[in-house]
């Protein structure tokens, strides 16, 4: 069956760094559009990063752009998020998404708390 399992996550200082994983299986990995998604607590889902099926074209939520970077394995079936200068207002749970034509995959997200 498909899979999408994030892992990564975990409490960080303002300033800090994270790399989000996400392993993907039960589907044709390579063909899919990825991304990761983020969903904070009484906020709406918002969409922080996509990477084509091939990974040579990336989109960024400008509240990332510069300081997160999505990049993908096709050969090992992962998505990353790599993290960086992270503030209190990245804290949620971060979710990795698969998308091709109207299938659309979820996995069940990782926590990520920024703070002090």
């Known amino acids: 069956q498909v899979q999408l399992a994030e892992s990564g996550g975990g409490l960080v200082q303002p300033g800090g760094s994270l790399r989000l994983s996400c392993a993907a299986s039960?589907?044709?990995?390579?063909?899919?559009?990825m991304s990761w998604y983020r969903q904070a607590p009484g906020k709406e889902r918002e969409l922080v990063a996509t990477?084509?099926?091939?990974?040579?074209?990336?989109t960024y939520a400008d509240s990332v752009k510069g300081r997160f970077t999505i990049s993908r394995d096709n050969a090992k079936n992962m998505v990353y998020l790599q993290m960086s200068s992270l503030n209190p207002e990245d804290t949620a749970v971060y979710l990795c998404?698969?998308?091709?034509?109207?299938?659309?995959?979820w996995g069940q997200g990782t926590q990520v708390t920024v703070s002090s």
């Open positions: 998404n698969a998308a091709w034509r109207r299938l659309d995959y």
């Open positions: 990477i084509t099926s091939a990974g040579n074209s990336t």
């Open positions: 039960g589907f044709t990995f390579r063909i899919y559009a």
